[in-house]
């Protein structure tokens, strides 16, 4: 059982592992050069640059093995399912994760504050590539690319809070420490759980085991992202406990939260160029996210939209149950998320090539599928 007012003090704690690297580097004058040495360390198997500081040396060392712990046969499991419906979490974090993350006041704030309201494309696109490389085979082993990943975030989670403190916009008192520990534990549930709701949601089945699963990793993840093992729930029914009590129960309504998701709105309106498909990305939200944050974050409703996905969400429903014995019902379903997937990499990039990594597992996978959402 997680103990609420433990979660309720991560609201003061950062990760004294990276903060410690971000002060040495930021006294020493030495965060750009390190930033263009990181860019070209993207492998979990490659070696640590020699020209590294010692400081951002010894934390590489220090964070690159998974807990003790980790169960490795449940991340495999956790990989078959992403590769049959990955597409599918992916639909589902770019309409219904990215909303929830704006309803949380603070996050939001300092996402604003970090990034400005104008740029969701750079969230997405840095969370799409985190989740892909988190679900390759065998991503915290060698051939995979996700330690490098989550060792890069801790370090930047760790300039926010530095820079942010630093610059007196930021009430430490009030609000606690920017990117604080109880700020991941949410997020963490927001791309997890939340996302397996949002699933069921638009109809997709997803069974209790691969559930439990994919939260797994999650789990392995926020260990690794320094996040206190304790503040993390063990089992799936506790993380939505946990979820509704924490996370949900801090949802609401905020000036930065709403600019960012009409911003997000707008990114997405380009999927669908023309009048005849206005308010479809609008009907999408609502379909995934609780009609309360819907509008605390002002997402415009739509009658004629909403109807049509509500209609499809029971399409959807359908053909997930005909899909074991339905080769066509399968392949109706993974191409829709493939499209779905593969405009939101075209949009986030402005039609141009895409820069998005898929493990080459994944792609091998999603590419026999006739589902890979990005051409070799």
């Not at 980790?70 to 589902?92: I, K, P, T």
């Not at 809070?161 to 927001?190: K, N, Y």
Request: glycine residues 8%; proline residues 5%; contains cysteine.
């Amino acid at each position: 059982m997680i103990d609420i007012a433990a979660v309720e003090a991560l609201k003061f704690q950062g990760d004294p592992l990276a903060d410690a690297v971000v002060a040495d580097l930021v006294a020493t004058g030495r965060v750009e050069e390190v930033n263009r040495v990181l860019e070209h360390f993207r492998a979990n198997d490659q070696p640590i640059p020699e020209q590294l500081p010692t400081a951002v040396r010894e934390f590489l060392v220090a964070t690159d093995d998974p807990p003790a712990w980790a169960d490795l046969d449940r991340v495999a499991r956790a990989y078959e399912f992403f590769v049959d419906d990955g597409v599918h979490v992916a639909s589902v974090l770019t309409f219904g994760a990215m909303v929830n993350c704006y309803a949380h006041a603070r996050a939001s704030r300092a996402l604003t504050l970090t990034h400005g309201l104008n740029q969701p494309h750079r969230r997405l696109s840095e969370t799409s590539q985190f989740v892909l490389h988190m679900m390759g085979r065998d991503a915290f082993g060698t051939g995979g690319s996700f330690v490098p990943s989550i060792q890069k975030t801790r370090l930047i989670h760790a300039a926010v809070r530095h820079f942010l403190t630093a610059s007196g916009r930021w009430d430490v008192a009030a609000d606690g420490v920017p990117v604080c520990q109880q700020d991941m534990v949410g997020a963490l549930l927001i791309f997890s759980v939340q996302v397996i709701e949002g699933m069921r949601r638009i109809g997709i089945s997803v069974t209790e085991q691969e559930a439990a699963d994919y939260y797994y990793v999650w789990r392995v993840t926020g260990a690794m992202l320094g996040i206190p093992v304790d503040a993390l729930p063990e089992t799936v029914d506790e993380a939505r406990e946990l979820s509704a009590t924490l996370v949900e129960a801090a949802y609401g309504p905020s000036p930065e939260g709403v600019t960012l998701t009409r911003n997000l709105l707008a990114l997405y309106e380009k999927l669908f160029p023309g009048k005849l498909f206005d308010g479809v990305v609008a009907a999408m939200i609502r379909q995934v996210v609780d009609p309360a944050v819907a509008d605390w974050m002002e997402v415009p409703r739509s009658r004629g939209w909403a109807g049509v996905v509500r209609a499809g969400t029971r399409v959807v429903r359908a053909l997930e149950r005909s899909e074991d014995n339905s080769a066509l019902a399968a392949a109706v379903l993974d191409k829709a998320g493939a499209l779905l997937l593969g405009g939101s990499v075209r949009t986030l990039i402005n039609g141009q090539s895409t820069t998005l990594d898929i493990p080459a597992d994944l792609r091998e996978r999603w590419t026999a599928a006739g589902t890979c959402p990005v051409r070799p």
